[in-house]
Nanobody, 124 residues
Framework: QVQLVESGGGLVQAGGSLRLSCAAS????????MGWFRQAAGKEREFVAS????????SFADFVKGRFAISRDNAKNTVSLQMDSLEPEDTADYFC?????????????????WGQGTQVTVSS
């Protein structure tokens, strides 16, 4: 059974940093891109970042503006999201996901496995 478990969320002041991690179990995903999405209260889930299967290519949402970095460790079956210069607008539940494809993708529908999410709250 595939499981994705996110961790690292919490409360941080504006301008601060958080590092989210996602541990996958049940199978390895060395052939799959992985990604992070977020969903704020009352809003639709939106793309944040994606990394390809080998970890040498990434894509980010425009709102990231160079503040976030995504990485993966295929040996440990993990993906991480380093978030710096956080803004109150970044407050949301953050979800990691595994894509059906090896290349980066922003489309939510292309992701087949999802974690339960971790909450990020940025205070002003």
């Amino acid at each position: 059974q595939v499981q994705l478990v996110e961790s690292g969320g919490g409360l941080v002041q504006a301008g601060g940093s958080l590092r989210l991690s996602c541990a996958a179990s049940g199978r390895t995903f060395t052939d799959n891109a992985m990604g992070w999405f977020r969903q704020a209260a009352g809003k639709e889930r939106e793309f944040v970042a994606s990394i390809n299967r080998s970890g040498n290519s990434a894509s980010f949402a425009d709102f990231v503006k160079g503040r976030f970095a995504i990485s993966r460790d295929n040996a440990k079956n993990t993906v991480s999201l380093q978030m710096d210069s956080l803004e109150p607008e970044d407050t949301a539940d953050y979800f990691c996901a595994v894509s059906r494809w090896p290349a980066v993708t922003k489309a939510l529908r292309e992701y087949e496995y999802w974690g339960q999410g971790t909450q990020v709250t940025v205070s002003s």
